[in-house]
């Protein structure tokens, strides 16, 4: 587990995940960002992605572009 998505990149490629919980908003790249690599790398869509996060703006259609079987938005939204 990691809070940043170049490191979470690694991770899911070292460590064949059975889950992946993605927040979009990530230190160094986006979550946006490292679900594109994880999709072009071969993790997605094999491995079920679910992201968690606070921001509103976007989110619906970013979790439909990449498969998302759970989307927890923040309270708020």
Do not use: Q, Y
């Not at 679910?50 to 921001?55: F, V, Y």
């Amino acid at each position: 587990m990691t809070d940043n998505g170049e490191d979470g990149i690694a991770e899911a490629l070292r460590e064949k995940p059975d889950l992946v919980i993605l927040d979009l908003n990530m230190t160094c790249i986006s979550g946006t960002e490292v679900a594109n690599a994880l999709e072009k790398l071969g993790v997605l869509p094999a491995t079920p992605l679910i992201i968690a996060t606070a921001l509103d703006k976007g989110v619906r259609s970013t979790a439909d572009t990449f498969g998302t079987v759970a989307l927890l938005p923040s309270p708020s939204t």
